[in-house]
């Protein structure tokens, strides 16, 4: 049985907040936690705990970025990838214990038909997509050099590390192990080239995405969950001056969960 209040003086991290999404056991969650463990706003917190699923972690790490403080995510959800168990007990002993990965986003910058530069962090990949019926048409270049003249498909992505294997291995990407320091360029449903299965870049490759005939053939570009529509130029680089921190418990830590999931059937 778990203790009403947990004293939280002598751990590594002092200072809970607790959130969670908006669906029934995430909320749930929410209450049983923040009835056995005292939690501060997160404006005052040494450390985030995240209830939801992959989606609301992201969401959790771009809110509260300026922060600069760890998220550990229990998982609510359905595929918690980024996410620990959710367990009632001894939560402030697996905090004292977790293993801290530090994950580099990228900077995608989006020049829209009217004009206007968007800017925007991806923690697991920038992807574009066709907004009509009708398939988009992109010219890739690769460090100012032009790869492909024109890739004929539903869109295509950059994605990191961590996020290979969310979006990216969806669209028969490869996963990539955490320390790579490569990212992925996958083709989202390429119909010319047919066969191109895409690229991987070292990490510090600036990749620039233009859409031919954006009028008829307008697209999206969106970074995490932030999108931007009838864009016509996209620019995506890994950003070492941001950062982001998630905690896992040891034995389930995100490099091994990477390596695992080669093995999955």
């Known amino acids: 049985m778990v203790p009403a209040k947990i004293k ?61 403080i760890p998220v550990f995510g229990m998982n609510r959800g359905s595929i918690g990838f980024l996410m620990n168990d959710f367990l009632l007990e001894n939560l402030l002993e697996r905090l004292v214990n977790s293993q801290c990965m530090t994950l580099y986003p990228l900077r995608m910058k989006a020049i829209t038909a009217d004009g206007q530069i968007k800017e925007s962090l991806a923690i697991n990949e920038v992807s574009l997509l066709r907004q009509t019926y009708q398939a988009a048409k992109l010219k890739i270049k690769i460090d100012n050099v032009v790869r492909m003249e024109e890739l004929i498909c539903d869109g295509a992505l950059v994605s990191t590390p961590a996020g290979s294997t969310a979006y990216n291995l969806s669209a028969d ?11 992925a360029l996958t083709p989202i449903s390429a119909f010319r080239p047919r066969r191109w299965r895409g690229a ?42 941001s950062s982001f921190q998630l905690l896992f418990d040891p034995e389930t830590n995100l490099e091994e969960r990477i390596i695992k999931e080669q093995f999955t059937p």
Do not use: C
Request: net charge neutral; proline share 5%.
């Open 200 to 241: 991987l870049l070292p990490h510090m490759s600036k990749v620039n995405i233009k859409v031919l005939d954006h009028k008829k053939r307008p697209v999206s570009a969106t970074a995490d969950d932030k999108e931007i529509r009838d864009v016509v130029e996209v620019s995506i680089t890994e950003d070492k001056k």
């Open 8 to 68: 939280q003086s002598k751990f590594k991290y002092q200072n809970l907040a607790i959130v969670a999404a908006d669906f029934p056991d995430a909320q749930t969650a929410l209450s049983k936690l923040r009835k056995t463990y005292d939690s501060v706003t997160p404006q005052d917190a040494d450390v985030i705990i995240a209830l939801g699923g992959d989606g609301f972690v992201l969401q959790t790490l771009h809110r509260y970025m300026e922060q600069k």
């Open 173 to 183: 990407g490869p996963i990539i192990p955490l320390n790579a320091e490569i990212m």
